[in-house]
Every structure is written in C-alpha cells, then in structure tokens.
C-alpha cells in the first residue's frame, strides 16, 4: 500500500544530511507513526477471535519501521479471495456464531471467493493527519537540535 505523506521528503535529505542528529527524531517519528496505525487498525479490523485486531507485530530498525500481521488470513480480509475450496468443517464455529449453514458458506466461497474489507487502507488513511504531525515534529527537533 502507498501512503502519501507531506514533508517526508524534507526528513528524509535532514537524515541524509545530519544522520546522526536525525536519527532519533526520525525513529520516535516512524515508532509513534506505527502505533498511530495499529491503534486505527484496532478500530476498523473486523471481530472474530480478536486475532486479527490484537496479533502485531511491530518492528523498528535505523530508519525503518514495519507494522505486520501474524494473522495468516489478514492478506484475505484485506484483498479478498478468488473462489476456492474451503472445508465445511473448518467453517463450523465462525458459521455457528452467525447462525449460518458452513456448508452453504463453504459452497458460496467456492462459487463467489470472498468480498474484500480492506480495514488496514482505512487505517492508514485515518492515520495520515497523525503520521503528519509526527514528521514535522521530528523535522523541527532535528533542526532545533542542528542550530544549538
């Protein structure tokens, strides 16, 4: 997914430019940003067992940071599916809840696929304003920090 976001470009040439001094500044920005989205994420993931919403991982590194599902069935939720083959069985408990036949769920996905919910793009656009916020704020430390 692609995210637009105003004065990264200017953080990224203080980072190219001062990488020692930007450093820090850079990472609290990509961490807060990273928890800026999971906590949308939390908001706009549909419930189930609650592992799509609370399984995460976060992963910050030197100018870098990456927000993952451990979620196998995530990439699903967020694109959907083409038609394939899904065991009755395997469906029993989340069709129970529903009050829904597995089976005739099972035969749907099979014929249909599965219809898109793509919870994480909304999360990110709900985190745009947000994420914003944290790289002017690290633009600005790390030229106050420059100028002393």
Same mark, same amino acid.
């Given at each position: 997914m /692609? !995210? *637009? =976001?105003k004065? !990264?470009?200017? +953080?990224? /040439? !203080?980072g190219n430019l001062f990488p020692?001094? $930007?450093e820090k500044h850079i990472n609290t920005a990509i961490s807060r940003s990273l928890v800026r989205i999971l906590g949308k994420q939390k908001q706009e993931a549909p419930v189930?067992?609650? &592992?799509?919403r609370d399984n995460w991982t976060i992963d910050i590194g030197r100018f870098r940071g990456v927000l993952k599902s451990n979620a196998k069935y #995530? #990439? $699903? =939720?967020e694109y959907g599916t083409?038609?394939?083959?899904?065991?009755? *069985?395997?469906l029993k408990p989340w069709a129970a809840k529903r009050g829904l036949n597995p089976w005739a769920v099972s035969k749907s996905i099979q014929k249909k696929?599965? /219809?898109a919910n793509p919870f994480f /793009?909304?999360? +990110? &656009? &709900? $985190?745009e304003s947000g994420i914003e916020k944290e790289i002017a704020k690290a633009i600005n430390d790390t030229i106050k920090q420059i100028i002393k």
């Open positions: /692609k !995210l *637009e =976001i004065g !990264l470009d200017k +953080l990224i /040439k !203080l020692s001094v $930007a189930n067992t609650g &592992n799509l #995530s #990439s $699903a =939720i083409k038609p394939h083959f899904v065991s009755g *069985e395997t696929g599965t /219809k /793009k909304r999360s +990110l &656009n &709900n $985190a």
